[in-house]
C-alpha cells in the first residue's frame, strides 16, 4: 500500500451526523464553508450503501431556547438528500449534545457488538460535533477517518472579540485531530477510490 492509498475495513462504518435542515438557515448560523460538503457526504452514503458496509445516521434534538434543530422544529429534520437515501442506515442515532457516543441507541455498544473497529466521520459541524465525535472514537481507540471535504461549518465569535472564519475554524480541526492523534484527515475521493464506489466526489 501505498503512503497516499487508504485501506478500507470491509465493515468500515460511516458516521453521517447531524446533516439537518436547520443548517441551511444562514440569518441563525452565518457565512459557511465548503459548499461541496453535501455532494461529498452524498457520494460517500452511496458508495457505503454500493458496497454493503454500515452507515449511521446522527440527528441532533438541540435543547437550547430557540434553536432551529429543536424536535418540534422543521429544521430538526434530515436534508432531502439524506433523507432520500435513508431507511438503508444500520443504525440512527438521536442526540442532545456534540459527541455522537451520549446519544441514544448507544453508538459505542452497536459498534462493539458488530466488530467495528474503523469509522469514517462526516457531517455538520466540522469543529463541533464532527471534531468532538472524531477525538472521542480516537480516545476509545478506533480507527478514525475523516474526510474533512464532507464536512462543514460557519464563522464563529469566541472570547474579547475574537473571530474566526469556518475556513479558519475547519484548519484547526484538521490540525487539531491529525496533529493530535486522533484520527488521519483524509479527502471523499480517496475514500471512494478505496471503497471500489464509481461514485464522485466534488473539487
Same mark, same amino acid.
Given at each position: 500500500?501505498?503512503?497516499?492509498?487508504?485501506?478500507?475495513?470491509?465493515?468500515?462504518?460511516?458516521?453521517?451526523?447531524?446533516?439537518?435542515?436547520?443548517?441551511?438557515?444562514?440569518?441563525?448560523?452565518?457565512?459557511?464553508?465548503?459548499?461541496?460538503?453535501?455532494?461529498?457526504?452524498?457520494?460517500?452514503?452511496?458508495?457505503?450503501?454500493?458496497?454493503?458496509?454500515?452507515?449511521?445516521?446522527?440527528?441532533?434534538?438541540?435543547?437550547?431556547?430557540?434553536?432551529?434543530?429543536?424536535?418540534?422544529?422543521?429544521?430538526?429534520?434530515?436534508?432531502?438528500?439524506?433523507?432520500?437515501?435513508?431507511?438503508?442506515?444500520?443504525?440512527?442515532?438521536?442526540?442532545?449534545?456534540?459527541?455522537?457516543?451520549?446519544?441514544?441507541?448507544?453508538?459505542?455498544?452497536?459498534?462493539?457488538?458488530?466488530?467495528?473497529?474503523?469509522? $469514517?466521520?462526516?457531517?455538520?459541524?466540522?469543529?463541533?460535533? &464532527?471534531?468532538? /465525535? +472524531? !477525538?472521542?472514537?480516537?480516545?476509545? #481507540?478506533?480507527?478514525?477517518?475523516?474526510?474533512?471535504?464532507?464536512?462543514?461549518?460557519?464563522?464563529?465569535?469566541?472570547?474579547?472579540?475574537?473571530?474566526?472564519?469556518?475556513?479558519?475554524?475547519?484548519?484547526?480541526?484538521? $490540525?487539531?485531530?491529525?496533529?493530535?492523534?486522533?484520527?488521519? &484527515?483524509?479527502? /471523499? +475521493? !480517496?475514500?471512494?477510490?478505496?471503497? #471500489?464506489?464509481?461514485?464522485?466526489?466534488?473539487?
Amino acid at each position: 500500500m501505498t503512503k497516499n492509498e487508504i485501506e478500507l475495513a470491509p465493515n468500515a462504518a460511516l458516521l453521517v451526523i447531524d446533516v439537518q435542515k436547520g443548517f441551511d438557515d444562514a440569518s441563525y448560523w452565518g457565512p459557511r464553508n465548503n459548499p461541496a460538503a453535501e455532494a461529498n457526504i452524498a457520494a460517500l452514503m452511496d458508495a457505503w450503501q454500493q458496497s454493503g458496509r454500515p452507515v449511521v445516521l446522527v440527528q441532533h434534538a438541540s435543547r437550547t431556547p430557540g434553536s432551529v434543530l429543536a424536535a418540534d422544529r422543521p429544521g430538526h429534520a434530515f436534508k432531502d438528500f439524506v433523507a432520500e437515501r435513508a431507511g438503508k442506515e444500520s443504525l440512527l442515532i438521536t442526540k442532545t449534545v456534540n459527541s455522537s457516543f451520549y446519544g441514544t441507541p448507544d453508538l459505542a455498544a452497536w459498534l462493539t457488538a458488530e466488530g467495528i473497529g474503523q469509522l $469514517v466521520v462526516s457531517g455538520i459541524q466540522t469543529n463541533m460535533c &464532527v471534531e468532538t /465525535t +472524531a !477525538r472521542m472514537a480516537g480516545n476509545l #481507540g478506533y480507527d478514525v477517518l475523516v474526510p474533512l471535504d464532507a464536512t462543514h461549518t460557519f464563522d464563529l465569535a469566541g472570547p474579547e472579540g475574537l473571530r474566526l472564519t469556518a475556513d479558519q475554524l475547519a484548519t484547526a480541526t484538521a $490540525v487539531n485531530l491529525q496533529g493530535g492523534g486522533f484520527a488521519r &484527515v483524509v479527502s /471523499t +475521493a !480517496r475514500l471512494l477510490a478505496a471503497s #471500489g464506489s464509481p461514485a464522485q466526489a466534488t473539487p
